[in-house]
């Protein structure tokens, strides 16, 4: 049985009491409506789950839930699993640590950030709480969807209690920058980083929110990236970006009934030739509200001839009521409405039409059609769907006039963007809505509905779930091997058994272990003397591709027959010839990098630049491990940022930053050596980052062995360095046999 496990914070439904009866009301919000919308559509591809199951916390007593089961249980296309928590634990939970700490901070709001170690620790034992619910009820084969910040710490705790469970993350707010999250204390977001990293896969909004998030776990927990891939442990876990969509169709639908048609007309007699500028949006100051309405101020100061020509339906819907700053911000809100009105106010007319209540789903689709501006500026807002509503319901006319700092932004280029904190830019854009005329709105508003009509909610959702199932055949497909006796005596037997054989090692960390300075690790007698019966061998070409220079591989190796690779494939030497260098550019760029390296190595003690004919190199294995970390991260962003659009590729490797050439890796050196050689056995070992160039170019062609933990392109790992030569004695001393005798 297929089955689809949605858990979020709060359930769907929320109770309402009618005397001594109870029943359940759909509760609002942007996730509420489109997994619902999923889950009730009847096509195939939604079928895809035999069981859909929502799990999240209920909102009131343990007591009521039973009795909504006793009435007659749920009338829904899903089942629900309840959640449920004391009410001090909860508070502290989620008016505490996800609404104070987490909320302000992912909108960049850190100066209203509260830090109380109760909270964060009630954080952790509701999402263990829900953790143990999964737990119950998980069956193999189980499709675990976590959603949102109040669960950051979820993922992790549910793979540790379920190893092998196919686990998606998806967060619907921001994920700030690493400046604004590493305000937070070190156990704290060390928690919530391991936390997602339990999910196979992690999705945001925008790719803003992905590179954010993927920094910041590179900053704190020192893991390495591939794009977006993380590499996390034993585990490959894949960011990406998701922007959620809404039911396009049904919202064209909704605007065609009657009952809303009607409102829409009462709306438009009541107003007559005013033209209307609305707003919707939840008591938060995330949404920029007073911004908005000293920027409409300053409209009606500057464009007076537009006095009781225009109104503005401002509704607030309630929000975190029990939260002293949202009480505050509802009470200046308030103040600022009653000092516009009172300023422009006629006996006919008011400027400001505010309402502070919930809003029906009829009477919103009624607002939308009618209004001619949607003025959408939060400050910050990891979406923001009534954008999306609003142009979905444009018929013939509408504006939209849309915050720079929205998720949305990325997706709605057709709005007028403003940045909401700049009253000039808002009033002008307002002027420049009214002013526009049908043709060019309806052609903005056309080119935004073909896009929201092709990546809607169904398609968010098929998109996201597709890719998790993606993320976890990659995990499959890269899960390490650990290079045991068994694998050893095959690879020992086709080595034996090839009459043409290709064997290419790395040299520093595979050869030769790391040292405090490049120029101590020099081979000793053992070494060389298993290199000499290699290369020795007629049938073998014995190679050595190394990131060192020509110069030092020439001094230490050059007497052995074999071939030297120096500076990732800069420069080649076949045994017996002469020394090519395979770069033809000048080097004239390294005037451009060299004194950046030299200002980190003056920020760094310890650390060192070393520079090779085609390659600089920052050195950091001798400074202190957090420093020289912290240091490698910022000088490799400065560098990606310096090289973007030229020849020039950025490596991050085993505690050395390189600059070098693009096109100049061992990968393609090593493909293009094996189609040379054309070996019937090919073994490629190597350590670091570089190296997998090399496994992933030879991909099953080769015995490919990583040396050290960590996920890895190559089919085996080996534990460690020393465990190298023992090996490759393995293969002097190997003679051929018929391995397929018993």
Not at 511 to 526: E, K, N, Q, Y
Not at 532 to 537: E, F, I, K, N, P
Request: hydrophobic share 40%; glycine share 4%; aromatic share 10%.
């Amino acid at each position: 049985m297929n089955r689809l496990i949605i858990v979020s914070n709060r359930l769907p439904y929320s109770i309402e009491r009618n005397g001594d009866e109870v029943q359940l009301r759909q509760s609002s919000g942007g996730l509420v409506s489109a997994i619902k919308s999923f889950f009730e559509k009847d096509d195939p591809q939604t079928q895809q789950f035999d069981e859909r199951i929502w799990v999240g916390t209920f909102d009131a007593p343990e007591e009521d839930w039973y009795k909504v089961l006793e009435q007659g249980g749920l009338s829904t296309t899903f089942n629900i699993e309840p959640v449920f928590t004391d009410k001090d634990t909860y508070d502290e939970f989620y008016n505490g640590f996800s609404n104070s700490t987490l909320w302000p901070l992912f909108h960049y709001f850190p100066s209203i950030v509260t830090y109380e170690r109760s909270q964060f620790d009630a954080y952790m034992r509701i999402n263990a709480l829900f953790a143990q619910k999964i737990q119950e009820i998980y069956r193999p084969g189980d499709v675990v969807w976590i959603h949102d910040y109040q669960l950051m710490a979820l993922p992790a705790m549910v793979r540790k209690a379920i190893p092998d469970v196919q686990l998606g993350f998806f967060l619907h707010i921001p994920f700030p920058s690493y400046e604004i999250f590493r305000l937070m204390p070190t156990d704290w977001k060390m928690a919530l980083l391991q936390g997602l990293l339990g999910a196979d896969l992690i999705g945001f909004h925008t790719h803003d929110y992905v590179q954010h998030f993927i920094h910041s776990v590179k900053m704190a927990l020192k893991v390495e990236s591939q794009y977006n891939t993380i590499y996390y442990g034993n585990r490959t876990i894949k960011s990406d970006l998701f922007p959620i969509g809404i039911d396009f169709e049904k919202f064209r639908k909704t605007v065609k009934e009657e009952s809303v048609v009607d409102l829409s007309n009462k709306l438009q007699e009541r107003y007559g030739y005013r033209k209307i500028i609305f707003s919707v949006d939840r008591l938060d100051y995330t949404k920029g509200l007073n911004y908005r309405l000293n920027a409409y101020e300053s409209f009606l100061e500057t464009y007076p001839e537009w006095q009781q020509k225009i109104v503005f339906v401002f509704t607030v819907v309630p929000s975190r009521d029990l939260i002293p700053t949202y009480v505050e911000r509802k009470r200046q809100i308030e103040e600022k409405v009653s000092t516009i009105n009172g300023r422009f106010s006629t006996l006919d007319w008011q400027p400001i039409l505010y309402r502070y209540n919930h809003i029906s789903f009829e009477e919103l689709c009624a607002l939308y059609l009618t209004a001619d501006i949607a003025l959408i500026t939060p400050l910050r807002d990891g979406m923001n769907l009534v954008a999306k509503e609003f142009v979905a319901c444009c018929e013939d006319k509408g504006v939209l006039i849309l915050s720079e700092l929205t998720g949305a932004a990325s997706e709605l280029a057709e709005a007028l963007q403003v940045n909401p904190t700049d009253t000039t830019e808002v009033m002008a854009a307002i002027q420049q809505a009214l002013a526009m005329p049908p043709h060019e709105q309806l052609a903005r508003i056309k080119g935004m509905q073909r896009r929201l009509s092709e990546y809607n909610v169904q398609t968010w959702i098929h998109d996201f779930l597709a890719q998790l199932q993606q993320a976890r055949e990659m995990q499959e497909k890269n899960r390490i091997r650990l290079l045991d006796p068994l694998a050893i005596n095959r690879m020992l037997d086709d080595y034996a058994n090839a009459q043409k054989r290709c064997i290419m090692l790395d040299y520093d960390g595979t050869l030769a272990p790391i040292v405090r300075l490049p120029s101590m690790a020099a081979p000793g007698g053992d070494l060389l003397e298993v290199l000499s019966a290699l290369s020795a061998a007629e049938e073998n070409e014995l190679i050595i591709i190394s990131g060192r220079d020509a110069t030092t591989l020439q001094e230490w190796l050059g007497h052995l027959p074999l071939t030297l690779v120096a500076e990732h494939g800069a420069c080649i030497r076949f045994h017996g010839g002469e020394w090519q260098t395979l770069v033809t550019q000048p080097d004239d760029w390294k005037a451009q990098i060299r004194p950046i390296l030299e200002l980190f190595v003056n920020r760094c003690p310890n650390s060192f630049i070393e520079e090779k004919k085609n390659t600089l190199a920052w050195h950091y294995r001798n400074t202190d491990p957090d420093l020289g970390f912290n240091r490698s991260r910022e000088l490799r962003n400065s560098l990606l940022q310096l090289t973007t659009n030229t020849p020039l590729h950025v490596v991050d490797g085993n505690k050395v930053i390189e600059v070098r050439l693009l096109g100049v890796d061992k990968g393609s050196t090593a493909l293009n050596l094996i189609n040379q050689f054309k070996p019937e056995f090919t073994l490629c070992i190597g350590d670091d980052t570089t190296d997998e160039d090399m496994f992933k170019a030879l991909k099953d062609d080769a015995y490919t062995i990583k040396i050290g933990r960590g996920n890895t392109a190559a089919r085996y790992s080996m534990g460690a360095q020393m465990e190298v030569l023992p090996l490759l004695r393995q293969l002097v001393t190997r003679t051929p046999r018929n391995t397929y005798q018993h």
